[in-house]
Nanobody, 129 residues
């Protein structure tokens, strides 16, 4: 069982930045054969869920949604089992509940929310003037 704890959300103005953090626990990380994916999805006020970004532990592959490309940066710290989402140039349309996700069953990065087994509790990001 993997537990994901997110933090870093808040209310900001358009153009501001935020950094989300997600720390994983419940399994042994840092093994040389580790092959998992961690990332972020977001759920809009209309309850639509979208892929934001993800990173693969083994290949280092990173994918971003087109809507956040060049504004958001995902990174991970293996020493602390934490993944970050640096969000710059925030826009009102970035307003959503952001979820951290984790999966090790498929061993490859996916843009589909159904391919992720573990989800955090979510952290709210609101962008408004």
């Amino acid at each position: 069982q993997v537990k994901l704890v997110e933090s870093g959300g808040g209310l900001v103005q358009p153009g501001d930045s935020l950094r989300l953090s997600c720390t994983a626990s419940g399994r042994t990380f840092g093994r040389t054969y580790d092959n998992y994916v961690m990332g972020w999805f977001r759920q809009t006020p209309r309850k639509e869920r979208y892929f934001v970004a993800a990173v693969s532990s083994r290949s280092g592959e990173i994918r971003y949604a087109h809507a956040v490309q060049d504004r958001f940066t995902i990174s991970r710290d293996d020493a602390t089992d934490t993944v970050y989402l640096q969000m710059d140039s925030l826009k009102p349309e970035d307003t959503a509940l952001y979820y951290c996700v984790f999966d090790e069953r498929r061993g490859q990065l996916s843009l589909y929310y159904g391919d992720y087994e573990y989800w955090g509790q979510g952290t709210q990001v609101s962008v408004s003037s």
